[in-house]
């Protein structure tokens, strides 16, 4: 799949106007990132129509352990995007090479370890969960295939972070759509022509996922510039790697840190001992989920731009791409989640049809967590912007304290009071835990873009000529 005749940067993020470059940017993100989350909604969906609720429930258990897999992934990735764009940037093309010959590797070892940790605790950490048990060796086996995709997970996630650092958001969404639609047609079929249930979704993800990586590495070879992969080239550089995973290991442990609070969120949901619950918060999420990844695209967008333009010295640009970023966020969120309210009840029955119980307890979280999901774009943009800025153990630290402490403090506090041990109870606490969050995003990104504004200009009167970031 020859590149040869496209340009390294598809957007200039370094200058001319902003917000059309931020849509044209995003938007293919958005898409790509829907298309990725089709791949569980499609599993949810066949087995909602062709087999049993207690399916539906197996799989929709495992939906905050996929995310904490997904969320490690993207959050790893996302050392590889801001060191290379800080190296786009910059115009350091021998930097640019060096961080894709490392990163391609490394994907490959992440993803092979994360494989032999999923098959290995794949069950215990269900049980953990207080997964019903109707439903446990359903879920469990489900898990095992899905980690089996780990390494063309973190190949795609790795490859795809250095095309949009460039500029590049449209090649990994053409190759999501490719991988979601065989992802559909494998689930048809592996279903209704096979027989199989849990087992036949989940290997239908991992031929997708693996279908994904392979057109992005045959990418990756094809290219004519700094960001072509060599095989003989490819090597762990210390260097490289100290810098990728400054950024990476507090981005993934961040993304994981959510992810475990939301186990603990699926835990406490388990524990009224409802299959019907389980599968009504499952198809919930999974909707809502179409919201999030559309905000999340303008996190991808600011950590990006921010990476760039912090390569090139534009601090101007930094603030005004992120005033901008936070109007495009909270447009999108505040519209999702009003729409996909409205029609939560046609949207349930898709997952769930025939099942009351699940349909309400689904509303029910729609309720809460959609109406408000612009509060959690806001949250991403502001992450996505210091984290641009090399900050990523600051929005680490700030998760671990504003996110998930109000959550899970009020989930071993409020929650547990018979008289607030109710749904609604539950789902107010990510409510309450974005606004925290806010606040100490929008203080630290003051206090850090001033100090490396400060940093940069004193280094620049020092080296006038031979500054280097």
């Not at 096979?194 to 693996?210: K, L, R, S, Y």
């Not at 993934?252 to 406490?268: D, R, T």
Request: aromatic residues 10%; hydrophobic residues 50%.
């Amino acid at each position: 799949m020859n590149t040869a005749h496209k340009p390294l940067r598809k957007i200039n993020m370094t200058d001319g106007p902003i917000f059309s470059a931020i849509i044209r940017y995003t938007l293919p993100i958005m898409l790509s990132s829907i298309l990725q989350l089709l791949f569980n909604a499609a599993d949810l969906v066949v087995v909602g129509r062709f087999c049993s609720d207690l399916c539906v429930g197996a799989v929709g258990a495992t939906g905050s352990l996929v995310n904490l897999i997904t969320n490690l992934f993207i959050g790893c990735g996302a050392g590889v995007a801001v060191c290379t764009a800080n190296a786009i940037g910059s115009g350091n093309k021998d930097l640019t090479e060096k961080i894709v010959h490392t990163a391609i590797p490394l994907a490959a070892i992440l993803g092979l370890s994360m494989s032999v940790i999923g098959l290995l605790f794949s069950g215990p950490l269900l049980k953990m969960m207080s997964t019903p048990a109707d439903i446990l060796p359903l879920s469990t086996l489900y898990l095992e295939i899905y980690f089996l995709g780990a390494v063309p997970n973190f190949l795609f996630e790795f490859g795809a972070a250095i095309l949009r650092a460039s500029g590049d958001t449209k090649t990994p969404m053409k190759y999501l759509i490719i991988a979601g639609m065989t992802n559909l047609c494998l689930n048809v079929v592996f279903v209704t022509l096979f027989g199989m249930d849990v087992d036949g979704v989940a290997t239908a993800t991992v031929i997708a996922q693996t279908l994904s990586a392979t057109l992005m590495i045959l990418t990756l070879l094809n290219r004519k510039d700094e960001c072509r992969l060599v095989l003989k080239k490819m090597k762990i550089r210390l260097a490289i790697l100290k810098k990728v995973a400054k950024i990476g290991l507090p981005a993934g442990f961040n993304g994981s840190i959510f992810s475990i609070s939301n186990m603990i969120v699926q835990a406490s949901i388990n524990s009224f001992d409802n299959p019907a619950i389980v599968s009504g918060n499952a198809a919930a999420a999974s909707i809502e989920g179409f919201v999030y990844v559309a905000m999340n695209a303008f996190y991808q967008t600011s950590l990006n731009f921010t990476g760039q333009n912090m390569g090139a010295g534009n601090f101007k640009r930094v603030s005004r791409v992120l005033r901008r970023n936070l109007i495009c966020v909270t447009c999108v969120g505040t519209l999702g989640g009003l729409a996909i309210n409205i029609f939560s009840k046609a949207l349930l029955s898709l997952y769930v049809p025939g099942n009351e119980i699940a349909i309400e307890a689904g509303i029910t979280r729609l309720s809460y967590i959609a109406l408000f999901y612009a509060l959690c774009g806001i949250m991403e943009v502001f992450t996505g912007a210091v984290r641009g800025m090399g900050a990523s153990l600051t929005t680490l630290f700030i998760s671990i304290s504003s996110v998930c402490g109000i959550r899970i403090m009020w989930i071993f506090t409020v929650f547990q009071m018979p008289k607030f041990h109710t749904l609604d109870s539950l789902y107010v606490s990510y409510i309450f835990s974005w606004c925290g969050c806010i606040l100490a995003l929008f203080v630290a990104y003051n206090i850090i873009n001033k100090h490396k504004k400060r940093v940069y200009e004193q280094r620049i009167k020092e080296r006038p000529k031979s500054f280097e970031k």
